[in-house]
């Protein structure tokens, strides 16, 4: 009697690879459109200020290491005074206290909506998800189609 092949074989758990690679292709490349969206406005719609890096504040990352992201306070078009975080961290620290920063803000919530202006920059994350996404496309795919 022949062996009976309960499981699939490699050819099927290679397609559950690339349809993974896929799904989180899918993933990563969502994330990218919304972040590039949420930048995109803020260029388009946003108003700009002059800003002041007032705090630096360090937290910790899951390996230990400590990682530094500006407190920078402006004005907004309004008058009122306005304190954010930045959302990027470094080590070590970009930016030190009394440094002066191009804040992007939208009029309606600038507490929520701003950023540190970092031009081109600002979109780097949503390029570098863009590109992860297309490269696990161009593994998964294959993988999933033709397995």
Known sequence: MSP???????GRRRRAIGVFLVLFALVSLGISWLSAREILQLRRSGLSAPGIVVEIVGHRDDKGTILYRAAVAFRAEDGSAVRFTDRVSSTPAAYAVGDAVSVRYLPGNPARSAIIDRGAWNLA????LLGLGVVLLLFGIPRAIFA
């Open 4 to 10: 009976v092949m309960v499981s699939g074989g490699p």
């Open 125 to 128: 994350p949503s390029w570098a």
